[in-house]
């Protein structure tokens, strides 16, 4: 059973700076990469940022310059450093891992439950 537990979430002003941290565990053969999506109400869920398993990252252009994703591959976590925080980055984030289970045969998106940014102003 695969589980993602997220952590780090919380209330900064304008201009401070959160890290989220994200951690899969369970019975994992193999991970293709991770990353971190946000949602508020109203809106569909975005992609923030991605790090592939060969070290590859996107980012949304929101976030370029801003925000740094990274991962420990020791221990199956990817995290999100988010500096320069802005009111509009006020979301859900959600992190999702594609993986491919101990007892699957394909690679499948696993999500975490959510943490709540919230930047004031």
């Known amino acids: 059973q695969v589980q993602l537990m997220e952590s780090g979430g919380g209330l900064v002003q304008a201009g401070g700076s959160l890290r989220l941290s994200c951690a899969a565990s369970g019975s994992i053969l193999s991970i293709n990469a991770m990353g971190w999506y946000r949602q508020n109400p109203g809106n569909q869920r975005e992609l923030v940022a991605v790090?592939?398993?060969?070290?590859?990252?996107i980012y949304a252009n929101s976030v370029k310059g801003r925000f740094t994703i990274s991962r420990d591959n020791t221990k199956n976590t990817v995290y999100l450093e988010m500096n320069s925080l802005k009111p509009e980055d006020t979301a859900v984030y959600y992190c999702?891992?594609?993986?491919?289970?101990?007892?699957?045969?394909?690679?499948?998106?696993?999500w975490g439950q959510g943490s709540q940014v919230t930047v004031s102003s």
């Open positions: 790090i592939t398993s060969g070290g590859n990252t």
């Open positions: 999702k891992a594609r993986l491919r289970a101990d007892y699957g045969g394909t690679y499948d998106d696993y």
